[in-house]
């Protein structure tokens, strides 16, 4: 069974930086894509950056130059790297595991971005 785990979350001044980390353990197909998303209070939950296993990426326009993610095929993790860090980036965090039948998430992780 395929379980995630999330690290790296906190708070952080605004204009700081903060790193997000996910482990994928178990059985994983080597054609699935990782992806981070985030949902903050009272709103819905969307998508913030994805990998794919061939290192494409995407990310949404509110975290364009600032957030990079990343990904290791070979140890299953991926990192998401927050940088000049906003209030309005202030949610939940979780990481999603996607593709090959398989579509999981993580448990979640609180990133507050306040002075």
């Known amino acids: 069974q395929v379980q995630l785990a999330e690290s790296g979350g906190g708070l952080v001044q605004p204009g700081g930086s903060l790193r997000l980390s996910c482990a994928a353990s178990g059985r994983i197909p080597s054609d699935v894509a990782m992806a981070w998303y985030r949902q903050a209070p009272g709103k819905q939950r969307e998508l913030v950056a994805s990998?794919?296993?061939?290192?494409?990426?995407n990310y949404a326009e509110s975290v364009k130059g600032r957030f990079t993610i990343s990904g290791d095929n070979a140890r299953n993790t991926a990192a998401l790297q927050m940088n000049s860090l906003k209030p309005e980036d202030t949610a939940v965090y979780y990481c999603?595991?996607?593709?090959?039948?398989?579509?999981?998430w993580g448990q979640g992780i609180l990133v507050t971005v306040s002075s």
């Open positions: 990998i794919t296993n061939l290192g494409t990426t």
């Open positions: 999603n595991l996607f593709g090959a039948g398989m579509n999981l």
